[in-house]
């Protein structure tokens, strides 16, 4: 793809969104999804206009070099899969927003699989390909996008992400960081999606063969996916093993603990401690809740699994679970979504550059 030709669409800087001073990018990398935002560049303003105009936005697939690789052709690198994943949302969003590549000025990608400083260098060699050398360019975790949704792009608190994966990303004051969980399906993060499908899946296996309980789940995760018996699960599960396929089963295991079956019951529990403690581990290694406990700190809830829309609710329970131990974590539901934090990020980074230039 050649950047050096402008994208079609009109100027723009007349409308008074300030996209007339260039444009900032802000992407959410998930392990299902991947977001982009074009936002207008204020570079004279203090703070952001309420409600902050989005100028385009455009939705693909995952990005995650981790696990893309897992629905592609075998032949198909995943970090080519990944980087075109990238590209292409880039593109889209630019175009629905009417601007081009020279006029951005930032862009701040929040990508899972982001695990070590190798990770971020190879994401910013594929964005130093793409984008003029004065474009000013930050990859950091998703889960960082994420709590910058929540706290406007303040980083200081912490985040607790549970969709098809989950992690949970803390920063103390002083800048400090600190992370537990989201080391991917293999290595266990069980109060995710997957984790939860998973947990069910097996244990409809293990009702089938006699190691197990009956349970509601077989029926209801059979009649969800078209299956007959339990026996065909097992070919249907390594037929197309990828993550999100799985963890679309979620909504089956809290119907069946909403209709107070035991073994879907437990799956939820087990799940709310684990993502609870993830949560627990990264405000004690931070000392976000001060010296007595008791201080007051933000926890920013994102991800599918935990939305406040079933009567079983996992957030709340993790909530709850969480202010047992630490009762001054206040959670926050964010008012936009995770590529709007990446964006907003990028801002706080190129003002707080742009101050700490004036006074050098």
């Not at 360019?137 to 910058?148: F, G, I, S, T």
């Not at 197990?212 to 995760?221: E, F, N, S, V």
Request: charged residues 20%; aromatic residues 6%.
């Amino acid at each position: 793809m050649s950047h050096e030709k402008q994208l079609e669409g009109h100027d723009l800087g007349e409308n008074g969104d300030g996209s007339g001073n260039g444009v900032i990018l802000g992407i959410d990398g998930g392990t299902t999804s991947t977001v982009c935002v074009c936002i207008p560049f204020f570079p004279s303003s203090k703070t952001l206009p309420k409600p902050l105009p989005i100028l385009g936005r455009a939705v693909s697939g995952c990005s995650n070099h981790n696990s893309v690789g897992v629905t592609v052709h075998v032949s198909y690198p995943t970090e080519t899969a990944a980087r075109d994943t990238l590209e292409e949302v880039m593109a889209e969003a630019l175009s629905k927003s009417g601007s081009n590549w020279s006029t951005v000025h930032a862009v701040c990608l929040g990508v899972s699989g982001v695990n070590h400083p190798t990770d971020q260098e190879r994401i910013l060699y594929w964005l130093r390909e793409i984008f003029p050398s004065h474009v000013k360019l930050y990859v950091r975790n998703d889960a960082v996008a994420a709590l910058a949704s929540g706290t406007m792009g303040k980083l200081h608190g912490c985040v607790l992400i549970a969709g098809t994966g989950c992690i949970s990303y803390g920063f103390a004051e002083d800048g400090r960081e600190a992370r537990a969980s989201g080391a991917g399906p293999v290595l266990g993060d069980w109060g995710s999606g997957y984790g939860i499908a998973a947990k069910a899946l097996t244990a409809v296996i293990r009702a089938h063969d006699g190691r197990g309980p009956q349970t509601m789940l077989t029926d209801k995760i059979l009649k969800a996916i078209h299956l007959s018996s339990p026996e065909e699960l097992i070919g249907w599960t390594y037929a197309d093993p990828s993550w999100a396929r799985i963890a679309a089963l979620v909504p089956e295991v809290v119907s069946c603990a909403e209709a107070c079956d035991q073994v879907a019951t437990k799956i939820l529990v087990d799940a709310v401690q684990d993502l609870a403690l993830s949560v627990k581990a990264v405000v004690q290694r931070l000392s976000l809740c001060g010296e007595d406990g008791k201080g007051s700190f933000p926890v920013v809830m994102v991800g599918g699994v935990l939305e406040a829309n079933r009567t079983w609710d996992i957030g709340e329970e993790v909530v709850k679970c969480i202010q047992d131990q630490f009762p001054g974590a206040h959670p926050i539901r964010p008012q936009v979504e995770p590529a709007v934090g990446a964006a907003l990020l990028a801002w706080n980074f190129l003002m707080k550059e742009s101050t700490e230039n004036c006074h050098s």
